[in-house]
């Protein structure tokens, strides 16, 4: 999404550092970060890329856990857990009126 649109949709200003690069090539966008996991969507779309077969997504929800903060099932050893920082881009200066 690119900043107009996110200000339009937002009704914010927003106020972007300069470092901030996108994450693809050709691509605006300023939200870049993927939150998601490969193989968990059960809506099946045909032209899905994050889905490589029905039984893998099948299994893997049989994993979910609403208990959980991960998406599917649980920490494991061997998994990594990443903090990442996130800073605000909004700018609107506080007003009085």
């Not at 339009?8 to 901030?20: G, I, N, S």
């Not at 049989?62 to 920082?85: E, M, N, Y």
């Amino acid at each position: 999404m690119t900043k107009e649109v996110l200000e339009a949709a937002t009704d914010c200003r927003l106020q972007v550092p300069k470092r901030k690069k996108s994450t693809r090539a050709q691509c605006n966008c300023l939200l870049g970060a993927d939150i998601g996991m490969y193989n968990t969507c059960p809506h099946g779309c045909v032209y899905c890329y994050a889905n490589t077969d029905r039984e893998t997504v099948r299994r893997n929800l049989t994993l979910h856990d609403p208990a959980s903060p991960f998406l599917i099932g649980g920490f494991l050893p061997g998994d990594k857990v990443t903090d990442v920082r996130r800073e605000s881009y909004i700018h609107d200066p506080l007003s009085l009126f």
